[in-house]
């Protein structure tokens, strides 16, 4: 009987997985991916549109383009994941499979922070970054703060992205001078495991006065006073607040048999799970690499790899390495590249180089090649 392998997301982990099981294994294997949207759109993708350097129809990447062998897409919600029978209920009825892979990545609570609705702007959401680009637009220069509300956190290097960003853009509106923007993240340096990156954007944030207020956390914002408090009782005014918001596991998960801590377990060289069959990648994990797209989709390699293993009868699949390659927006399109690993039981190396306008060329080719493949068409509009 053929294998079938059911994956729940079809995100950084899920398009890689399926993506590569259709290359290598075609029609021999029943794939089935299931994802709540109709589209997929890249992290630094949202920060494209939210600056005005991009609009949001250029970044989605319809679902309906996925026509690999082997791989059934199904646009529809889980609803419930039961571990030991390898099954799930959906709107669209059940799935069952021989090999489960949960790729349902971290999900975002603006509402967990009181007064983040009502008086600041989530930018971490596709909703939320696209309807910001509009804010930004209608901004007439002030007291700016890019802050982070909870850990863990996507893509860490994000807000310090943003706050570049926010500058390069109120400098091209003139309104540079009549501002100030500050930055307020949870971390003592910007990128802890690449001590270069960290002193290069500190250095970069000194030069712009960007305001760095590293070991902090927004816990709430008063949106008729206008001020955020910060975890050590601090206020801050603020006119424009764009904030990462709480992040969580799916409430799909967290109701399952897999979640321990808020998050699902995973064998760091495997991606197994506790459950037979039952693997785990990306952000949804507690892996121990950051949460971003490159480590979501170095795991579903190593778990592409054992399913092909598997379906041949062997047992030699490599264990998952823990590196990744980070892209950072400096703003003035000056892009750096870091090279990190992450590998359990030892200090996180990273390697940095930058900014140049030849990562910029590298990063947009990170794009394109990832569009290439998972959804075999060009991206030409980014
Ligand atoms: C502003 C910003 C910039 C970023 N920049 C970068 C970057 O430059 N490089 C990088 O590597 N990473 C970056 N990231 C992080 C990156 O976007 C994520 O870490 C990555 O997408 C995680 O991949 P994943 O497969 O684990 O989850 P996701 O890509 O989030 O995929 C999860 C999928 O599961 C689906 N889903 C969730 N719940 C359900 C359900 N109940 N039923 C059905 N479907 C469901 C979702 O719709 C989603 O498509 C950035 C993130 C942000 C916010």
């Known amino acids: 009987m053929q294998m079938r392998v059911l994956v729940l997301g079809a995100g950084f982990g899920g398009l890689e997985l399926t993506t590569r099981l259709s290359d290598e294994l075609g029609d021999d294997v029943e794939v089935v991916l299931i994802d709540r949207a109709d589209s997929f759109v890249f992290g630094f993708s949202k920060l494209d549109v939210m600056f005005g350097r991009t609009v949001a129809a250029a970044v989605r990447h319809p679902y309906r383009d996925v026509v690999k062998p082997g791989v059934r897409f199904v646009q529809t919600t889980v609803r419930s994941i039961d571990a030991a029978t390898r099954s799930v209920e959906t709107d669209a009825g059940r799935f069952d499979a021989d090999v489960m892979v949960v790729a349902l990545g971290a999900d975002l609570d603006p509402g967990a922070t009181p007064g983040l609705v009502e008086g600041g702007h989530e930018f971490y959401t ?10 930004l637009e209608e901004f007439a220069g002030g007291r700016v703060i890019v802050g982070v509300t909870s850990t863990p956190f996507k893509c ?29 993240m949870p971390l003592p340096v910007p990128i802890p495991p690449s001590p270069d990156a960290s002193a290069a954007l500190i250095a970069a944030f000194a030069e712009r006065n960007i ?38 596991a799916p409430s799909v998960v967290q109701e399952s048999d897999l979640c321990v801590d808020g998050w699902i377990p995973v064998n760091p060289l495997t ?45 030699d699949a490599d264990a998952y390495d823990g590196r990744g390659i980070c892209y950072l927006e400096f703003g003035d399109d000056q892009v750096a590249r870091v090279e990190v690993t992450f590998q359990s039981g030892k200090a996180p190396a990273g390697r940095f180089e930058g ?3 030849v990562y910029a060329a590298d990063k947009s080719e990170f794009g394109s090649s990832r569009i290439r493949r998972w959804f075999a068409r060009e991206w030409t509009s980014h």
């Open 156 to 184: 860490p290097p994000a807000p310090s992205e943003t706050a570049l960003l926010v500058h390069d853009y109120l400098t091209a509106r003139g309104l540079r001078d009549a501002s100030e923007v500050s930055l307020v």
């Open 211 to 248: 305001d760095w207020y590293p070991n902090q956390l927004v816990r709430a914002l008063d949106p008729g006073r206008k001020t955020v408090s910060l975890a050590d009782g601090t206020e801050m005014p603020y006119d424009l607040f764009l904030g990462v918001p709480v992040h969580r």
């Open 271 to 315: 991606l197994e799970t506790s459950f037979p069959g039952v693997y785990a990648v990306g952000d949804v994990t507690s892996v121990g690499t950051p949460k971003a797209g490159v480590f979501a989709e170095g795991q579903a390699a190593v778990v592409a790899e054992e399913i092909i293993a598997q379906h041949r009868g062997r047992s």
């Open 126 to 135: 596709v909703e939320g970054a696209f309807a910001t680009r509009r804010v």
């Open 355 to 357: 900014p140049s306008g």
